[in-house]
């Protein structure tokens, strides 16, 4: 444990060098802190902090940086923030205006959120038990080939195509998308099963093949990874290997879900460097959130930024969109009204 005095010095060593990127020496602090003490002895606790992993170095004539200890101490010691009245005003306009289907409007928000931290935001959709299917359409293509289209509680539309070697016609499709919405309407996504038998061979197939196509286009679509604003971290790194494998990681969508599942998991609302579990982020920091459609964990919203990122603006942020994302959605579905 760090006293009150050794406390001050480091927040102030982290809270300078977030905003200036230069190593910060005793007389700043000074200046910065209530201390109360000259800069000699300031330089002697900094000397400790910088012994107990703090702190670093990085030339003999220069100030002291944060090291991950250092962000971590920092962050573990930060009170609640709030978005400035700008970025409030700018959350709520979007949300006020926000349309589409659940894919469009999870981009919007990734971009929305970068732009409003000029980090890189990643937002993902997971299936949930707590989203059910509204409406199903059987929409014939050719005399061989229909369209599934399944409207989901949470706004997602899933699409699939289905071929088949005998002939069907409208009324033959309209009779199988009775079947099927009389079975499948305010169901969970997640127990979707055949629906019980007609009476009527072809209608029951049909219906069988629409379900299985559903079934299909969940295991494909049901996660959905939107990165928006990642060329807002070329301009962190000098080192262009850096650079090419932190792009690289954004890049790979399983890679990207993996990550944040894992910081959540681990209870964690900021991974600091090493912290991520990534090689590629040493340098980086995540902060995430999950939002929610009606009570349950429908996906993660996270912000990928330098280690010296404004961690309470960051975290306000992305505090505030994945409360008013779960809002936002959970209102759509028809829940909480």
């Known amino acids: 444990m760090l006293d009150d005095r050794k406390s001050a010095i480091l927040r102030a060593v982290v809270q300078t060098y977030i905003e200036t990127a230069q190593p910060v020496g005793s007389s700043h602090v000074v200046e910065a802190t209530d201390v109360g003490v000259s800069p000699a002895t300031v330089r002697n606790d900094m000397t400790v902090l910088e012994r107990e992993g703090y702190l670093v170095q990085p030339h003999t004539s220069a100030g002291r940086i944060p090291t991950e200890k250092g962000y971590r101490f920092f962050v573990d010691e930060l009170a609640p923030g709030e978005l400035g009245a700008s970025q409030t005003r700018q959350v709520r306009a979007f949300f006020a205006h926000a349309h589409g289907e659940l894919e469009e409007m999870l981009q919007s928000t990734s971009r929305m959120l970068s732009r409003l931290t000029a980090t890189t935001a990643v937002v993902v959709g997971e299936p949930t038990e707590a989203v059910t299917v509204r409406s199903v359409q059987l929409v014939g293509l050719s005399a061989h080939t229909y369209l599934v289209v399944a409207v989901l509680s949470s706004g997602t539309i899933l699409r699939r195509t289905v071929e088949r070697a005998d002939e069907l016609d409208d009324d033959q499709l309209a009779r199988a998308a009775a079947v099927v919405n009389a079975h499948l309407n305010g169901r969970s996504v997640s127990t979707l ?87 590629p982020l040493a340098e980086c920091s995540l902060v995430v959130a999950p939002y929610e459609v009606g009570g349950e964990r429908a996906g993660t919203i996270g912000v990928l930024g330098p280690t010296r990122m404004n961690y309470q603006e960051t975290l306000a942020a992305v505090a505030v969109v994945s409360q008013r994302l779960s809002r936002f959605l959970t209102e759509g579905s028809g829940e909480g009204r």
């Open 193 to 279: 099963t055949d629906a019980a038998p007609s009476g009527d061979p072809t209608t029951d197939l049909i219906a069988r093949e629409a379900v299985a196509a559903l079934q299909a286009s969940l295991a494909d679509d049901g996660r959905k990874v939107f990165v928006e604003g990642a060329s807002n971290i070329a301009g962190v790194f000098d080192a262009t290997d850096t650079l090419r494998d932190v792009l690289g990681i954004l890049e790979q969508q399983v890679a990207v879900v993996t990550l944040l599942r894992d910081v959540l998991d681990r209870g964690l609302t900021v991974a600091i460097g090493s912290e991520t579990g990534v090689a």
